[in-house]
């Protein structure tokens, strides 16, 4: 079969100096599913906004079709039948849910007049048909990551496009979900549509995937049949080293109960319980995991235990200490770090630069700052930035680089970096490693290990269930605002017994 | 050469600007002058032809860099609060209201009538803050619509109360010269003042990036929810960034007072608040930038008054002139693709020298 799609020699630098994509030249053949891997960094995001539009290149050729194509913007593109999920997604905040959908093929009446039911109308009927449960008058930005990335998915599948570019687009999905993603792409695939999957998750590349093409520092290292390789190989292609996916839920030395939760209800402004009557406790040198499908009360948990929200009732301690309204900056004095879940909404300030980002949480304290703290320390800031660019590798020319000018995952890394070396005693940490490729995974997961072995308490919320069965020492599943399950011993869990729970067809009394 | 061009981008960038700007402005002054070239010298060359006219360019950037300054502040937070024009006015009337009002030594009353000006200005920026950080309204709104408030008060106390009836026309009472800001080159207006102005651009500058609570300010503006995430107290920030805001205006203003005409003779407001907003624009709310950008407006203003005198061309014409060069210089993504052919060619050269041929 013919390619759809071939790029030649494409070379992309940035306005500041950084050459993203070195004579980059793949065939994406018609009708297949075709992975792009590559460690964070690599250039993938470059290359399919290049595809779409988004970024010209300097040097290179693109044959859509078999004809050489000159595209501009994304409105050529989607003219020409591509459609694309952005890694950092890309809604219009204050518009609901129904009208990002139908952004650009609004339905008119009189050619002038939106038709309104005609929106809902064809909004409910693809939610129906891709399987993806989304809330249509409500605004994007009170939806929580997972939510938001459900609608932009079927925001591209909306479209019919020819060629479906999908950037990372399982990064905050439970697997549940991404069953049902993939139930969707490989129909899309059936009719004769071509797709192309970026994914730090090599399992689904595995499972997916036709064709997987591995990209490092902006070059094409090679293009494979999937079949051919099983994922340890294609990790080691990615970053030259074998990778360790083995679980690390053993926990050396397990203390008294550390971050205690009583009787946490929270209502919503739709006077709905969010949360019922939630009670846990993670102890000094243990994680406690969190299983459950993304959007039960996971995102207002962590918001109510970091103080960026307030529960209706319930109380929170950090040992004896009761915890409960302090305020965020209170709550990081008692040594709390926090990784947030939706990175670019509050984990970072992306105009501002690197080194003001990691201090956002210590920036008056000693050695930060001086004279009583009221005069910041560059110097000392700097070195403790460049500290952290060199153990957590994070790709970026200088400390002093706006985050805008980060990839997706060298972003994360940002975010936690400046978490993981605030001195914790208690760590609470949504999707740590969303977007992260795998080798700076291992390096993440070995820090909340050896943390965790120190005697810190952490709480773990990820979509990614294989996440938490490697490094939970313990496990609960929420479901509806409910602790439904407590696994104590975890040792033979698997996806599978948890799967029930998450979805509320079975529940352990306590 | 291609990494000069680099390093000096943005004021390359702005004498371009200018120069474009220039051959507008010519082009605009031979079609409807009878003596262009007089015209021309009297708009371009005008505040560098005399002492005084260069007294009076300096003299009117000083209350703009306070006003610049004062602007900037919010904005950094992410505060569109563009009351410094009010802020200034009550803010002068008030200290000139407090400083014929009381008598004692200058050491004690400069300090202390610029404080109560100052005070006035940040009680006028605690409003908007205030009612922004609480309840979440407008501070844009509530900003604009104190100017006119802070007006007519001034006005008000001015005519009333503090009416130097004697002076025939509606001014307060002069100062005592113990509240004077000495001027201190012969044959101009040229005021401490002035000093003082560039003294609070550096101190603020210093104060936006090497303080923590200057860091608590930008960070609130580049992105609230970073802040509060980070522990932040963004209500406070809120209000203390427009605070200060105001502190700075008024005292632009009483210097003003103080070091020119030694008593409040604004019956219609003086503008500078407005002119504030144009030069921390320019000047990206760098305090240093902002000194730049707002000698470049006083130059642009007082040459524009010159012509108006001098010449045949109408005032609206001026006004017309002055808009274009500030549009030009203001346009983000003017040369902006130059300057990114120049980083390409930097990047290709480099890969090629590190890395041969792949
Ligand atoms: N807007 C930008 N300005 C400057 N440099 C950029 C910009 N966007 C990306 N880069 C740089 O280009 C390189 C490739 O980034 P890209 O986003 O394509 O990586 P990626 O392979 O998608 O990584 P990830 O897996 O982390 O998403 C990185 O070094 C990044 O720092
Ligand atoms: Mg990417």
Known sequence: MGNILSLKNIVKIYPNGVMANKEVSIDIEENTIHAIVGENGAGKTTLMKIIFGEEAPQKGEIYYKGKKVNIKNSLDAIKMGIGMVHQNLMLAPDLTVAENLILGIEPLRYGVFLDLKKIIELTEEASKKFGFKVSLNKKISDLSIGKKQRVEILKALMRDAELIILDEPTSVLTPQETEVLFKSLKDLKNHGKTIIFISHKLKEVKLIADKVTVMRDGKVISTNDVNQLDEHMIAHMMVGRKINFKRIHKAKKVGDPLFIVKNLSYLSEENIFVLKNINFEVRAGEILGVAGVEGNGQTELVEILTGLREATSGQIFIGKENISGFSPRKIREEMVAHIPEDRMKNGVAEHATIEENIIVDRYYQDYFSNNKNLFLDWKYISKFSNDLIEKFKILTPSSKAVILSLSGGNIQKVVVARELSSNPQVIIAAQPTRGIDVGSEELIHNLLKDARDNGIATFLVSADLDEVLKLSTRIIVIYDGEIVARFDDIKDITSKVLGPYMLGVKKKGD | ?358
């Open chain 2, 1 to 358: 050469m291609e990494k000069f061009l680099l390093k000096y981008f943005n004021l390359i960038r702005a004498v371009i600007a200018i120069l474009i700007g220039i051959i507008i402005s010519v082009c605009i002054v031979y079609i409807i002058s009878k003596e262009p070239g007089f015209s021309l010298k009297s708009l371009f060359l005008g505040p560098l032809l005399s002492k005084s006219r260069f007294g009076n360019f300096i003299e009117t950037a000083s209350p703009i860099i306070f006003c610049g300054l004062a602007i900037a502040i919010p904005f950094q937070a992410g505060q569109f609060n563009i009351g410094a024009e009010g802020a200034l006015f009550i803010g002068a009337a008030v200290g000139t209201a407090f400083g014929v009002s009381t008598n004692m030594p200058a050491f004690l009353h400069i300090p202390l009538v610029l404080l109560v000006a100052g005070l006035t200005g940040a009680f006028w920026g605690f409003i908007p803050g205030f009612l922004k950080a609480k309840w979440n309204t407008s501070e844009l709104v509530v900003s604009l619509m104190l100017n006119y408030v802070a007006y007519f008060i001034g006005l008000y106390l001015i005519n009333f109360h503090f009416r130097d009836k004697a002076a025939g026309w509606l001014v307060s009472y002069k100062l005592p010269e113990t509240a004077w800001l000495i001027q201190f080159v012969s044959g101009t207006r040229i005021h401490i003042g002035v000093i003082i102005s560039l003294g609070f651009a550096v101190l603020v500058y210093y104060f936006l990036y090497h303080t923590t609570l200057g860091y608590e300010i930008r960070t609130s503006g580049f992105n609230i929810d970073f802040a509060r995430f980070g522990g932040i107290n963004v209500f406070k920030v809120i209000i203390i960034a427009q605070v200060i805001g105001g502190f700075i205006a008024a005292i632009g203003g009483m210097t003003e007072v103080m070091g020119i005409h030694r008593r409040f003779n604004w019956q219609i407001s003086p503008g500078y608040g407005w002119d504030g907003v144009v030069v921390a624009i320019i000047g990206r709310n760098n305090p240093l930038l902002i000194i730049l950008s707002s000698l470049f407006l006083a130059y642009l203003r007082v040459g524009g008054r010159i012509l108006n005198l001098l010449s045949d061309i109408p005032a609206e014409m001026i006004t017309i002139i002055q808009s274009i060069i500030i549009l030009l210089i203001t346009a983000e993504a003017f040369l902006a693709g130059w300057k990114y052919r120049i980083t390409v060619r930097e990047a290709k050269a480099k890969e090629v020298g590190h890395e041969p041929s792949t």
